[in-house]
Structure formats: C-alpha cells, structure tokens
C-alpha cells in the first residue's frame, strides 16, 4: 500500500487547529509551496490578505491542497474573519518578537507572513496576538518560513524533546 508523500499509518500528533496565510503575496510557485505544506501538516485551512492576482490564478501545489482544505482570499485586512478564539500569529522579523524555538503555539492558531519582498503591514501586527520569528541572520523566503513554522508547531506538540 502507498501513500503519496508520507508514511502509511503516519499520524502527525495535533492539538487544536491551525491555518497558515500571507499578506500581500505575489508569486503563484510559493503560495503553491505553503499550500501543499500546509496540507502535509495538517493545517484546517490556508489565506490570502491582499494576495495579487498572479499569485492565486496560477497555484502550483501539487498534493492539490486546495481541494483538500479550504482556502480563503481576503482582498483586505478588513475581510480578515478568523473563527471564535482563534490566535493571529505574525511572523515576522522584528526586535520585539518571540523566537520561534521558546513560542508556546495557541491551542487555536492562524499563522501569517509577509509578502517576498516585503513585511507584515503595520496594521496586520497590530491585529496579531503574537508576533514570532525565526532566528535567522536574515529572512528566509516565504514558503520555506511557512514549513518551519508549521513543523515548529508539530514539534511542539510531540512527546520528543524541543530543541534549544
């Protein structure tokens, strides 16, 4: 018996439900790559804030993520509708946020990232409940902090030990 992408019998361990987003995106190949990794991590759902058109006309997830879990397009911030109790969680690279490695995930979660080239708008981190980043000497393209972020979560919630 196989399993497109995986272990047969592989259950990754979850407490609660997470989402995971982008502001602003504008490339079609990452919001594929966060698609199709938010699918393996068992994310509830994936969105986009201000996602420009090019970025969402063209996916290129190939697990087929979409079809899998919903996805929501948020034109602006102020369509942004989270479920009751869910947490908005930046990640973004700023002098006041929490390292990844020592963040205790929300129960309830909804990770989002900054475009390529660019950060999370002023008023989006206003709107977030936590600000996180990854300790890196410098950003990490988006796709790729969006697994990291993702596997932190998972990581977290194992019985293995965390990483310093």
Same mark, same amino acid.
């Given at each position: 018996?196989?399993?497109?992408?995986?272990?047969?019998?592989?259950?990754?361990?979850?407490?609660?439900?997470?989402?995971?987003?982008?502001?602003?995106?504008?490339?079609?190949?990452?919001?594929?790559?966060?698609? &199709?990794?938010?699918?393996?991590?068992?994310?509830?759902?994936?969105?986009?804030? @201000?996602?420009?058109?090019?970025? =969402?006309? #063209? !996916?290129?997830?190939?697990?087929?993520?979409?079809?899998?879990?919903?996805?929501?397009?948020?034109?602006?911030?102020?369509?942004?509708?989270?479920?009751?109790?869910?947490?908005?969680?930046?990640?973004?690279?700023?002098?006041?946020?929490?390292?990844?490695?020592?963040? &205790?995930?929300?129960?309830?979660?909804?990770?989002?990232?900054?475009?390529?080239? @660019?950060?999370?708008?002023?008023? =989006?981190? #206003? !709107?977030?409940?936590?600000?996180?980043?990854?300790?890196?000497?410098?950003?990490?393209?988006?796709?790729?902090?969006?697994?990291?972020?993702?596997?932190?979560?998972?990581?977290?919630?194992?019985?293995?030990?965390?990483?310093?």
């Amino acid at each position: 018996m196989s399993f497109e992408g995986g272990t047969p019998g592989l259950v990754l361990p979850q407490r609660g439900y997470f989402a995971v987003g982008a502001e602003r995106i504008s490339k079609s190949l990452n919001l594929g790559n966060i698609m &199709r990794s938010a699918h393996a991590f068992g994310a509830s759902f994936t969105f986009t804030i @201000g996602a420009q058109y090019n970025a =969402l006309e #063209a !996916r290129a997830d190939t697990s087929k993520g979409q079809w899998n879990l919903p996805h929501y397009d948020w034109h602006g911030l102020d369509e942004l509708a989270l479920p009751t109790g869910c947490a908005l969680v930046g990640v973004e690279l700023t002098p006041d946020a929490i390292d990844l490695p020592r963040f &205790r995930h929300p129960y309830r979660a909804a990770y989002v990232l900054g475009p390529e080239k @660019g950060s999370l708008s002023p008023e =989006l981190i #206003a !709107r977030c409940t936590h600000i996180v980043r990854i300790p890196t000497r410098f950003c990490v393209n988006v796709a790729i902090a969006a697994a990291v972020v993702m596997y932190d979560r998972i990581q977290s919630s194992s019985s293995a030990p965390r990483l310093p």
